[in-house]
């Protein structure tokens, strides 16, 4: 998602969309036009929005669209009913197909190395785009369900929802880019504790207490809390900056010398931009600042990181000899 990227066309109205297995809502849902916060709903209602191909390929769909919607400033990624997704839809497969009983669908069609997890895409979607996503876990989540919400700048969570990163109760692995994020934001040892035992605890437990920036006493506070913060950061905050301070935190250099160098040069290109101008100007006037970068602002030096392709491997004739 980040620059070059192909330009797309966007809606005149989210709510709109043919998204499946999301709906996507306006706030207020009464606006016919985009706003800066857009509630984003994982709906499957007969499913406990479990997570399928489709669900992927439409929040991956949105996440596009909105990298390049300057009317769009947050994302609030909440669930629909009692449940804020149980993970990948067992009944149709991890790949599309393979039913309850866990074999292998189409496996001769398609090698290890050129596969692509689902779950991995939309966190890639979540974790690339130039605005913040806050995740209002309403529900209980797990799996993909959890997993797919890491990439998220704000996690929040009603208190008696059950998390579960339960792949070693499913003879699989941490997928969705987890065993990158899950370390980092609540510590190696919590992190292989729950992968460990794949158990399942409230999100109020001390396990999860790095995971979840709040903690709601109801799903309906939980999402009213999401909402209240997004329309803060939307009228509060700019863009480059929050999108910057992300990048310098997941991308940063490994020594405190090396980040000096790369926070120094970031911020200089800064001074005297158009939100930096604004900022500054804003405060003195005592007045709510009207932030308009977008990432075409973005300073010279950005991205400093070697930026890594990971589409589809083109497929190739017969494997190579290994001797």
Known sequence: MYPPSAPVELPSSYATLDLPHVKVTHVP????????????????????????RQMQESITTLYTLVNQDNRVKVVVLT?????????????????????R??????????RDVDHRDGGGRASLAIHQCSK???????????????????????????????????????????????HYFLPKLIGLSRALHL?????????EHPLMRELFSEICPTPEATVSRALELADEIAKNTSTVSTKLMRDLMYRGPSSAEEAHLLDSK???GLFGGKDNTEGVKSFFEKRPPNFTGTIEDMPEHWPWWSQIDVGTIPKSGPKDSKL
Request: aromatic residues 8%; charged residues 15%; positive net charge.
């Open 266 to 268: 970031v911020i200089h």
């Open 195 to 203: 992968t460990t035992t794949g158990s399942v605890y409230p999100a």
């Open 101 to 110: 009983t866990g074999a292998k669908v189409n496996a001769k069609s398609e």
């Open 132 to 178: 913040p996503t806050i995740a209002a876990m309403q529900g209980s989540a797990v799996g993909v369900g959890i997993t797919m919400c890491l990439p998220a700048t704000i996690r929040i969570a009603y208190a008696k929802a059950k998390i579960g990163f339960v792949f070693s109760r499913r003879g699989i692995i941490m997928e969705a880019c987890s």
């Open 79 to 99: 669930g629909h009913g009692k449940m804020f997704c149980v993970g990948a839809d067992l009944d149709i497969g991890f790949l599309g197909g393979a039913g």
């Open 29 to 52: 849902e009464s606006s016919p036009e985009p706003t800066p916060v857009l509630l984003l709903t994982l709906y499957r209602p007969q499913n406990n929005n479990a997570f399928t």
